[in-house]
């Protein structure tokens, strides 16, 4: 079993930045991904971003490309997602997963979630 703890979430003005940590707590294969996905009120959870854990192969949603930045620590077993030009359209809950590499679909383990809000 994985624990996954979410961090960095907060209220910003559109154009801004914040960046999320995600601290991973028990043994992920390394050919598997870590993930930031996200979901707005009304709407389904996307994938907006994932990394190969211990490598440097990512993946990046269209609507986040050039913005987001996702990146790890592997000596902290922690995950990043540095967000910049912040948009409206960027509030949602932002959640932490394990997921089976090249599919946003085969998701293991979920994070609790934090809050992005963009205004």
């Known amino acids: 079993h994985v624990q996954l703890v979410e961090s960095g979430g907060g209220s910003v003005q559109a154009g801004g930045s914040l960046k999320l940590s995600c601290a991973r707590y028990?043994?992920?294969?390394?050919?598997?991904?870590m993930g930031w996905f996200r979901q707005a009120p009304g709407k389904e959870r996307e994938g907006v971003a994932r990394?190969?854990?211990?490598?440097?192969?990512?993946y990046y949603s269209d609507s986040v490309k050039g913005r987001f930045t996702i990146s790890q620590d592997n000596a902290k077993n922690t995950v990043y997602l540095q967000m910049n030009s912040l948009k409206p359209e960027d509030t949602a809950m932002y959640y932490c997963a394990v997921l089976r590499c090249g599919s946003w679909a085969l998701v293991t383990d979920w994070g609790q979630g934090t809050q992005v809000t963009v205004s």
């Open positions: 990394i190969v854990v211990g490598g440097a192969d990512t």
């Open positions: 028990g043994y992920v294969s390394r050919t598997s991904c």
